[in-house]
Nanobody, 125 residues
């Protein structure tokens, strides 16, 4: 059974940090690029970051560049998103998914890609 499970979300004050994890099972994790998306209430889903499968190239949306860092540990079937200097506008549900990285749109998915259930990140004082 294919699963992607996100964890690490929560409530944090502006300027704080969180590390999200996305742990996979049921497929050959190391063969897949993994992306992080977020969706805030009333807003469209946004591709935040992506990490390649083979060479682990990384990609970031302009809104998070310099603050977020994506990494992966294939031995643990896990991708991480380290989020620093968090802002209230980072508040959203964060999802991980298998997908396709690109410099232009950061990450896209197609029919058949796998998604996690999401984890809530709230940045508020």
């Amino acid at each position: 059974q294919v699963q992607l499970v996100e964890s690490g979300g929560g409530l944090v004050q502006p300027g704080g940090s969180l590390r999200l994890s996305c742990t996979a099972s049921g497929f050959t994790f190391a063969h897949y690029a993994i992306g992080w998306f977020r969706q805030a209430p009333g807003k469209e889903r946004e591709g935040v970051s992506c990490i390649g499968a083979s060479n682990s190239s990384t990609y970031y949306a302009d809104s998070v560049k310099g603050r977020f860092t994506i990494s992966r540990d294939n031995a643990k079937n896990t991708v991480y998103l380290q989020m620093n200097s968090l802002k209230p506008e980072d508040t959203a549900v964060y999802f991980c998914a298998t997908g396709w990285c690109s410099k232009i749109v950061v990450v896209t998915t197609r029919e058949g890609d796998y998604w996690g259930q999401g984890t809530q990140v709230t940045v508020s004082s």
